[in-house]
Protein backbone atom coordinates (compact mmCIF):
# COMPACT_ATOMS: atom_id res chain seq x y z
CA UNK A 1 0.00 0.00 0.00
CA UNK A 2 2.68 2.44 1.02
CA UNK A 3 4.72 1.29 -2.26
CA UNK A 4 1.98 2.28 -4.60
CA UNK A 5 0.78 5.38 -3.04
CA UNK A 6 4.81 6.62 -2.84
CA UNK A 7 4.15 5.47 -6.74
CA UNK A 8 1.31 7.35 -7.05
CA UNK A 9 2.99 10.94 -5.93
CA UNK A 10 5.83 9.92 -8.13
CA UNK A 11 3.92 10.24 -11.41
CA UNK A 12 2.18 13.20 -10.06
CA UNK A 13 5.31 15.25 -9.65
CA UNK A 14 6.62 17.46 -12.86
CA UNK A 15 9.40 15.98 -15.06
CA UNK A 16 12.10 18.53 -13.99
CA UNK A 17 11.49 17.98 -10.30
CA UNK A 18 12.09 13.92 -10.75
CA UNK A 19 15.42 14.70 -12.97
CA UNK A 20 16.46 17.30 -10.49
CA UNK A 21 16.11 14.77 -7.59
CA UNK A 22 17.63 11.85 -9.70
CA UNK A 23 20.58 14.25 -10.06
CA UNK A 24 20.84 15.14 -6.20
CA UNK A 25 20.60 11.36 -5.45
CA UNK A 26 23.78 10.40 -7.81
CA UNK A 27 25.83 12.98 -6.84
CA UNK A 28 24.77 12.49 -2.70
CA UNK A 29 26.18 8.60 -3.51
CA UNK A 30 29.07 9.43 -6.13
CA UNK A 31 30.43 11.78 -3.39
CA UNK A 32 30.63 9.66 -0.88
CA UNK A 33 31.86 6.53 -3.30
CA UNK A 34 34.63 8.98 -4.20
CA UNK A 35 35.45 9.95 -0.83
CA UNK A 36 35.27 6.99 1.21
CA UNK A 37 36.72 4.78 -1.37
CA UNK A 38 39.77 7.09 -1.09
CA UNK A 39 39.52 7.32 2.84
CA UNK A 40 39.28 3.69 2.97
CA UNK A 41 42.77 3.24 0.48
CA UNK A 42 44.35 5.45 3.34
CA UNK A 43 42.99 4.05 6.21
CA UNK A 44 44.28 0.17 4.51
CA UNK A 45 48.06 2.23 4.29
CA UNK A 46 47.95 2.91 7.51
CA UNK A 47 46.08 -0.43 9.31
CA UNK A 48 43.09 1.86 10.77
CA UNK A 49 40.02 0.06 11.22
CA UNK A 50 38.52 3.03 10.98
CA UNK A 51 38.77 5.92 8.14
CA UNK A 52 38.65 9.64 7.82
CA UNK A 53 36.84 11.55 5.25
CA UNK A 54 39.54 14.28 5.76
CA UNK A 55 42.81 13.92 7.28
CA UNK A 56 42.19 15.14 10.95
CA UNK A 57 45.73 17.52 11.15
CA UNK A 58 43.24 20.73 12.43
CA UNK A 59 40.24 21.48 14.25
CA UNK A 60 38.33 22.51 10.63
CA UNK A 61 39.48 19.34 9.14
CA UNK A 62 37.96 17.64 12.47
CA UNK A 63 34.90 19.77 12.08
CA UNK A 64 34.42 18.85 8.01
CA UNK A 65 34.98 14.88 8.71
CA UNK A 66 32.32 14.70 11.57
CA UNK A 67 29.96 16.77 9.15
CA UNK A 68 30.78 14.27 6.31
CA UNK A 69 29.76 11.21 8.59
CA UNK A 70 26.17 12.73 9.29
CA UNK A 71 25.65 14.12 6.28
CA UNK A 72 26.65 10.22 4.78
CA UNK A 73 25.35 8.55 7.99
CA UNK A 74 22.70 7.07 5.90
CA UNK A 75 24.94 5.30 3.32
CA UNK A 76 27.75 4.39 5.92
CA UNK A 77 24.88 2.66 7.80
CA UNK A 78 23.88 0.59 4.37
CA UNK A 79 27.42 0.02 3.19
CA UNK A 80 28.11 -1.88 6.81
CA UNK A 81 25.00 -3.75 6.26
CA UNK A 82 25.92 -4.83 3.49
CA UNK A 83 29.37 -5.97 4.94
CA UNK A 84 31.69 -3.48 2.53
CA UNK A 85 32.30 -0.95 4.93
CA UNK A 86 33.56 0.21 8.26
CA UNK A 87 32.80 2.72 10.44
CA UNK A 88 34.16 6.10 10.50
CA UNK A 89 36.63 6.99 12.80
CA UNK A 90 36.40 9.19 15.73
CA UNK A 91 38.52 12.82 15.47
CA UNK A 92 41.39 12.63 17.55
CA UNK A 93 41.49 16.34 18.96
CA UNK A 94 37.69 16.04 19.51
CA UNK A 95 36.33 15.65 23.40
CA UNK A 96 40.07 17.44 24.36
CA UNK A 97 39.29 21.21 24.44
CA UNK A 98 37.51 22.40 27.58
CA UNK A 99 36.00 24.98 25.42
CA UNK A 100 33.72 22.53 23.32
CA UNK A 101 31.12 24.06 21.29
CA UNK A 102 27.34 22.84 22.79
CA UNK A 103 25.66 20.00 21.39
CA UNK A 104 29.06 18.63 20.04
CA UNK A 105 29.90 15.24 22.34
CA UNK A 106 33.22 12.84 22.40
CA UNK A 107 32.52 9.95 19.64
CA UNK A 108 28.98 10.50 18.95
CA UNK A 109 28.85 10.16 15.76
CA UNK A 110 30.42 6.23 16.05
CA UNK A 111 28.25 5.83 19.10
CA UNK A 112 24.89 6.29 16.66
CA UNK A 113 26.87 4.16 13.84
CA UNK A 114 27.45 1.08 16.33
CA UNK A 115 24.09 1.26 17.92
CA UNK A 116 23.03 1.60 14.07
CA UNK A 117 24.45 -1.69 12.66
CA UNK A 118 23.82 -3.65 16.15
CA UNK A 119 20.46 -2.73 15.36
CA UNK A 120 20.61 -3.64 11.95
CA UNK A 121 22.71 -6.84 12.74
CA UNK A 122 20.04 -7.98 15.05
CA UNK A 123 17.06 -7.43 12.50
Same mark, same amino acid.
Given at each position: ???????????????????????????????????????? *????????? $????????????????????????????????????????? %??? *? $?? %???????? *??? %??????????????? $?
Amino acid at each position: MVASRARSIWRRLPGAFKISALVILLFYVGSYAVLSRRAF *QRADETNAE $GFYFVEPTSDVACRVHELCSIVYFPLIVVEQWLGTGRPPAS %SPL *Q $GL %SLNRPAGI *QPR %SVRKRLLAATTILRA $G
